[in-house]
């Protein structure tokens, strides 16, 4: 059973970049046509999913989030990433990472990110 735990910090200042991180058990990254992604909800708003990393490395971005995101991966840790830059107070959201296997779908239980000075 693939599990997810999203870690970083709740608190990031606006401008600055916030960094989470997905560590996974249960399964590799690195799992043939495993797709790992990093979706965020709002306060008040539904589910927005920012981008994808795939098993081989490649990845994809919501158009709308682009140029500020980054997600990357280290193999060795079995874990991905996400980097969020000139964050306002309109990226403050719950932040989750998630997984869609062959058969089925698995998500972390979610972070909290504040934005605030």
């Known amino acids: 059973q693939v599990q997810l735990q999203e870690s970083g910090p709740g608190l990031v200042k606006p401008s600055q970049t916030l960094s989470l991180t997905c560590t996974v058990s249960?399964?590799?990254?690195?799992?043939?046509?495993?797709?790992w992604s990093w979706i965020r909800q709002p306060p008040g708003k539904g589910l927005e999913w920012m981008g994808v990393?795939?098993?081989?490395?490649?990845?994809y971005y919501s158009p709308s989030l682009k140029s500020r995101t980054s997600i990357s991966r280290d193999t060795s840790k079995n874990h991905f990433s996400l980097q969020l830059s000139s964050v306002t107070p309109e990226d403050m959201a719950v932040y989750y990472c998630?997984?869609?296997?062959?058969?089925?779908?698995?998500w972390g239980q979610g972070t909290q990110v504040t934005v605030s000075s």
């Open positions: 990393i795939a098993y081989d490395g490649r990845t």
């Open positions: 998630a997984a869609r296997g062959l058969l089925r779908d698995y």
């Open positions: 249960g399964g590799s990254i690195t799992t043939n046509y495993y797709f």
